[in-house]
């Protein structure tokens, strides 16, 4: 299963990955438009500042996973793919989910009383998210890929820190 990664190294801080979430869950699919919808797009990832490093923190579809454990109304499901996906209009604004997130990244919309999370950008071969990252901080890749790739990144610094 591939799954949305970071590369702290990168991260800026631009929030780019905000906005092009935020779109990609419009119902115009569009910038301009979306500003005007009611209620307004939100966002499924967020980057917040530690110290002086960015971090993108989005949902890590966990196995087990506790939104889903605790959601009573049957709302939060895995789907084929294992990402933990909600059907919206089974959602009773309960909020549990949104308590028992170990990573703060389930949100809560008020307006219709429901919650909402990262679905990975189920319709889509690229999360809107990492395709918005002009720094390549996120990568949506299997962990094997992923590991593989910070093994050559790591292994270049080595030889480059041992030839000077």
């Known amino acids: 299963m591939k799954e949305i990664f970071v590369r702290l190294d990168r991260c800026m801080g631009c929030r780019s990955c905000q906005v092009a979430c935020a779109v990609e869950h419009s119902a115009s699919k569009s910038l301009f438009a979306a500003i005007g919808e009611t209620p307004l797009p939100r966002y499924r990832i967020y980057t917040e500042r530690a110290g002086d490093q960015n971090i993108p923190l989005t949902c890590r579809h966990c196995d087990p996973s506790p939104c889903l454990d605790a959601c009573i ?3 939060i499901y895995r789907d084929d793919q294992g990402a933990v996906r909600r059907k919206k209009e089974q959602c009773v604004g309960c909020w549990t989910c949104i308590m028992v997130c170990p ?3 389930v949100g809560r919309e008020e307006e219709r009383s429901i919650a909402y999370k990262c679905d990975r950008c189920h319709d889509r071969d690229l999360p809107a998210c990492v395709e918005a990252c002009p720094t390549r901080a996120l990568v949506y890749a299997e962990a094997a890929e ?3 790739e910070v093994r050559k ?3 270049g610094v080595v030889v ?4 000077k």
């Not at 480059?160 to 030839?163: K, L, P, R």
């Open 153 to 155: 990144f790591v292994a």
């Open 103 to 105: 990573y703060g990244v």
């Open 160 to 163: 480059e820190a041992v030839s």
């Open 73 to 75: 109304a049957g709302s």
């Open 146 to 148: 992923f590991g593989a």
